[in-house]
């Protein structure tokens, strides 16, 4: 039962998107993005953040604009 209600609280911190470490794999910063996607920094560094989460439209902005596939900007909610 422990071990349950440990991996039910690890799973709600994982982070939702990998904004974040695309960015440092690119050697991109928060601001750069902002600017190509016309966000401020506040918006982009609360997506990095997983503060709230960028919709569709946005994400697929940002994976244009990152020359990613949208899938890896995001996390799995399926179990392997």
Do not use: F, H
Not at 12 to 20: A, C, L, S
Not at 41 to 57: A, E, F, L, M
């Amino acid at each position: 039962m422990y071990l349950c209600v440990l991996m039910s609280e690890l799973k709600e911190t994982e982070p939702m998107n990998r904004i974040k470490k695309v960015l440092k794999e690119q050697g991109r910063t928060q601001t750069w993005l902002a600017e190509q996607i016309g966000k401020s920094y506040v918006v982009v560094t609360n997506y990095c953040n997983n503060n709230t989460q960028p919709s569709i439209q946005v994400l697929t902005d940002i994976s244009q604009v990152l020359d990613v596939d949208i899938r890896e900007l995001l996390v799995s909610t399926k179990d392997d």
